[in-house]
């Protein structure tokens, strides 16, 4: 089963420090807490222009959502592409699922795969447990469960209960060449910090 639940705005206040925008962001992310999306609109619209990648995802949020401006994937898309360029693991995520799903865009399981493949590079477990499910069935991909059982063994050393129990079930049709292969591989994975796997 495949996890297509985008993030909804949880923006890490860490990338806000040093920002000298920061406190316009929060004016805005206080305001979006509370159901006030003129301001945070207002507030996020200018420091998205400006490259911020926080205010680019959390607009691209509110317009796949509808939440204080008309609903538009494709604005959706726009701004957590600005925001994914930029390495923002949520917004890279959240491209995936539109790519997966067909939301503003034609569905794309290739392209959700490439966006799916940057967030896990950067240790996320739901997207690595995606990207192990889409290798599992063949989805925009080869059928390969070597690949699935190596993200869904990363996922599952992060704590990701259905990944372990996804592995545990593929395990059961690897011979064991390609079991020692998987649990090789995603070693290597971490040891390379999931960069190129």
């Given at each position: ?37 003129a301001t945070a609109l207002k507030e ?52 995936g699922v539109m790519y997966h799903n ?63 129990t996804d592995r545990d079930k593929v ?27």
């Amino acid at each position: 089963m495949i996890r297509l639940t985008l993030i909804l705005p949880v923006l890490l206040l860490t990338l806000l420090v040093g920002s000298p925008a920061s406190a316009d962001f929060q004016k805005g992310w206080d305001a979006a807490q509370k159901g006030d999306h003129a301001t945070a609109l207002k507030e996020w619209m200018p420091l998205a222009k400006q490259g911020n990648l926080g205010a680019q995802f959390n607009l691209g949020v509110m317009y796949e959502k509808g939440n204080g401006v008309p609903q538009g994937y494709k604005t959706a898309i726009n701004l957590y592409n600005l925001s994914a360029e930029q390495g923002y693991f949520f917004a890279q995520y959240n491209l995936g699922v539109m790519y997966h799903n067909g939301l503003g865009v034609p569905q794309d399981y290739k392209t959700a795969i490439k966006w799916y493949k940057l967030a896990a590079e950067q240790g996320y477990a739901d997207v690595q447990y995606n990207l192990g499910t889409m290798y599992v069935n063949g989805t925009g991909t080869l059928q390969d469960y070597t690949r699935a059982h190596m993200w869904w063994n990363i996922a599952a050393s992060q704590g990701d209960k259905g990944a372990r129990t996804d592995r545990d079930k593929v395990e059961k049709r690897m011979p064991p060449t390609q079991l020692e292969t998987a649990q090789r591989l995603a070693r290597e994975c971490v040891q390379k910090n999931y960069k190129g796997c």
